[in-house]
Structures are given as structure tokens and as C-alpha cells.
């Protein structure tokens, strides 16, 4: 029996749904990663600003593409944090990991907004930045898979499907109010008092909303999959390696998946608006308000896409998603440059539109890749591998084509390369929901 076939078996179906529960789930899963990805992507944004903080050079690009790399680095320690919160997601539950992860993250990034600059303490500033974002990012490692599991088990077995837009939703509206406040801070703030102290501001958010999450997070009970897990006994000694003895097939599909998902949309979320900026010239508070529209309008897309995918199946919908971003990625980059800011507004949102019909489809598809017993771990060792490989690097790679080619379309070329990936993986993956 395959792991598909496994984890639809009779025992899981049998598990009780109670309403009250899965609202519950659905808001303490799509709230936590909203922080969690409001906190760790608030570096993206400011990325322009931070750069000259901890990593001054003559040349700005040197900078800025230091700064980049530390964020890249963020996210290159996510399979660590996947193995860690995986391992305490298998062995002692689904909600244990969910608050010690985003407690990981707010602590993080409220130490980040306290930091001492370059400037003050030399070369250990940069230090200390990097441990900061490795710690967000082992952070990560286990926040996104864990809300996928914890969704996916929560919500009864014909809504998985729809349900499943709800990580996504708190994720993108994380980007969301990440941009409107670096927006609104920089139109708040003068150049000088953005450089000074403004920076800091959107990570010290960080304590309140941590508080948010955890009080919404110790409010849920585990999945009710997990429970009747752990009544019988059913939990695994060693899930690293039972995944690998047993989910390998699964394994580098998620990896695959992964790889196309991360690289178009870190591309779209990280990259656009700091290629707008420092390659385009736009002004820079103008982005912030723009990134944070598009979005908005990408989140409202997210419901009729969580409809699709229960309708056509997230399989079917996913593939169109990643056809879209590859075949916009190379005009939409064009259109940016023709000196309009409402034009480049236009031609980011056509390029992030496809955002949702990747996103949506495959919250559900990834913990049906993987059966009740390693869920948590081999999603969070196949997502997060994915995620280094052309995710969390995007950014730096995109930066990097266009300093060495100097070509400003040229990272539309790798946007179409993870798209062929991904694509390629799903026509491997058998068995939808």
C-alpha cells in the first residue's frame, strides 16, 4: 500500500471533527503563520535599508548583496529546523511544535530590531545579524509544514482540499503587513531617521504579535488524527529514518514542489520590489504600498483558487498555476521598466495572480503526499530542502544574473526553469485528493 493510500485509510477518516475545533484550527494555523512570515520577511523588504547598516561597502551592490546572502542564509538552516520541529511534530505532537516555533521566531526578530549597527560594534553587528536570521530561520524550518499538517488533519477529509487556503492566506497577508509597514514607517520617517532607527521599528512588532499567536496557539488541542495516534500508540521512535526507508518517492516530490513554489513567489515577495527600487529607481516608500496591494489581491484570489482545487483537484490547478508564473515572469519583468509606476504596479500583479493557484493546491497536495506517521518530518525535510535549492535564495540569485549579465529580464529565466521543475514533479504525482 502506498503512503497516499495510507494516510486516506480508514482509521485516519474515522477521526471525529468537531466544529468548534476546526475554527479553532483554521484561525490558530493561519494566525501563527501570518507572524511567523511577517517576521521573517520583513528582512526582505527592508533589505535596501539594512544593507549599509551591517555591511558597508563603496559600492552598493557589494552591500546589498551581502544582506541578501543573509537572508538567503535564513533559509538554508530551514532543513535543521524542519528535522527539529519535525522530529517533536511526529513524536509529541502537532501543537507542541506550532508553539515553540513561532516563541523561536518573535524572540528572534525583537532582538533584531535591537541590534547594534556596524558603525557601533563593527564586523560582530553582522555577526550577531546573522545568527539573528539563523535563528528565524531554523524558526521557519517547522512553522509552514507544521500549519499545513495541523490544517490538513483538523479539517475533515472532503474540505481538505478548500481548507487548505487558509495557510496560505495567513503566510501572504504575513508579506502583506510586512510591506504596508515598512510603507508606512518610511513615509513616516525621513531618510536619515529611516537609517537611524526607523529600520527597526517593523521587527520590534514582533513582541506584540508573538503574544497574539501564542495565545491563540495554546488555545487548540493536537490534531484529531494525532490523538488517536498517540491512544494507540501508533507514534514512531525514529521518523527521520523511517521517511527515508519508506517516503523516498514522496520525499523528492516534495522537494520538487517545493523548489517551483519557492523560487517563483520569494522571486515575486522578496526580489520585485527591491529590483523596482535599486534597478528601476522607483521610490522606495511607493513600493512598500504597491507590494503590499498586490498582495492583498493575491490573498483575495486564494478563496475561489481553495475552490478550484476542491472542484478540479489541486493537481490540476497547480499546473496551471506554475505554467502562469513561467509564461508572465519574462513581460511582467519588461512592463516594470517602462517607467510607470502604476504600469509596474499592473505587471506585478499580473505576475503574482498565478501566486494563488500554486499556493492554494499545494497546502493540501504536500501532507498527501505522506501518511499520518511522518507527516510533519517529511514534509518539513522535503519543503525546506526545496526551499534552499531556489526559494530562499531567489532573491540573491536574481540580484546576481543581473550584476553579472547585466540583463534586467535575465532572472525571468530562472523563474521558468523551477516552474519546468515543478512541473515535471507533478506529472509524477499519481493520486490527488
Not at 506554475?322 to 499592473?346: C, D, E, K, Q
Not at 492554494?360 to 526551499?387: K, Q
Request: aromatic share 10%; glycine share 10%.
Amino acid at each position: 500500500m502506498s503512503a497516499t493510500q495510507r494516510s486516506a485509510a480508514p482509521g485516519a477518516e474515522a477521526a471525529s471533527f468537531d466544529p468548534r475545533s476546526v475554527r479553532r484550527a483554521m484561525l490558530a494555523g493561519s494566525i501563527g503563520t501570518l507572524i511567523e512570515y511577517y517576521d521573517f520577511s520583513v528582512y526582505g523588504y527592508l533589505a535596501v535599508v539594512i544593507a549599509p547598516q551591517f555591511f558597508p561597502s563603496d559600492n552598493p551592490a557589494t552591500s546589498l548583496l551581502a544582506a541578501l546572502l543573509v537572508f538567503a542564509t535564513g533559509l538554508v538552516v530551514r532543513p535543521i529546523g524542519g528535522v527539529f520541529f519535525g522530529w517533536v511534530g511526529d513524536r509529541m505532537g502537532r501543537r507542541k511544535a506550532l508553539v515553540s516555533s513561532v516563541l523561536a521566531m518573535g524572540v528572534a526578530s525583537s532582538i533584531t530590531g535591537l541590534l547594534p549597527t556596524y558603525e557601533q560594534i563593527g564586523v560582530t553587528a553582522a555577526v550577531l545579524l546573522f545568527l539573528m536570521r539563523v535563528v528565524q530561520g531554523i524558526s521557519s524550518g517547522g512553522e509552514s509544514v507544521g500549519a499545513y499538517t495541523y490544517i490538513y488533519e483538523s479539517a475533515p477529509p472532503k474540505r481538505r482540499s478548500f481548507l487548505g487556503a487558509v495557510t496560505p492566506i495567513g503566510s501572504n497577508l504575513g508579506f502583506m503587513f510586512a510591506a504596508a509597514t515598512a510603507g508606512a514607517i518610511s513615509a513616516l520617517t525621513t531618510t536619515e531617521q529611516m537609517n537611524s532607527w526607523g529600520w527597526r521599528l517593523p521587527f520590534l512588532m514582533a513582541i506584540p504579535l508573538t503574544l497574539i499567536c501564542l495565545w491563540a496557539r495554546l488555545r487548540i488541542e493536537d490534531t484529531p488524527e494525532f490523538q488517536k495516534a498517540a491512544e494507540a500508540a501508533d507514534i514512531p521512535t525514529a521518523p527521520i529514518r523511517e521517511v527515508l526507508a519508506t517516503h523516498r518517492t514522496a520525499l523528492l516530490q516534495s522537494i520538487g514542489l517545493s523548489m517551483a513554489q519557492g523560487g517563483a513567489i520569494f522571486l515575486g515577495l522578496t526580489y520585485i520590489g527591491i529590483y523596482m527600487t535599486t534597478e528601476l529607481g522607483y521610490d522606495s516608500t511607493h513600493v512598500y504600498w504597491v507590494s503590499a496591494g498586490v498582495v492583498l489581491v493575491t490573498v483575495l484570489l486564494m478563496v475561489p483558487a481553495g475552490w478550484l482545487s476542491a472542484r478540479f483537484g489541486c493537481r490540476r490547478v497547480l499546473m496551471v498555476g506554475l505554467i502562469g508564473f513561467g509564461v508572465t515572469a519574462y513581460p511582467a519583468l519588461m512592463l516594470m521598466g517602462r517607467h510607470s509606476l502604476v504600469l509596474a504596479g499592473a505587471a506585478y500583479l499580473l505576475y503574482m495572480a498565478s501566486s494563488a493557484l500554486v499556493q492554494v493546491p499545494a497546502a493540501s497536495l504536500w501532507p498527501h503526499l505522506f501518511e499520518r506517521r511522518v507527516r510533519y518530518t517529511g514534509m518539513a525535510i522535503g519543503y525546506n530542502v526545496g526551499t534552499v535549492l531556489a526559494g530562499g535564495t531567489a532573491p540573491y540569485i536574481a540580484a546576481y544574473l543581473v550584476d553579472r549579465t547585466g540583463n534586467l529580464l535575465s532572472p525571468a529565466f530562472f523563474v521558468m526553469t523551477v516552474c519546468l521543475i515543478g512541473l515535471g514533479t507533478l506529472l509524477t504525482v499519481r493520486k490527488d485528493l
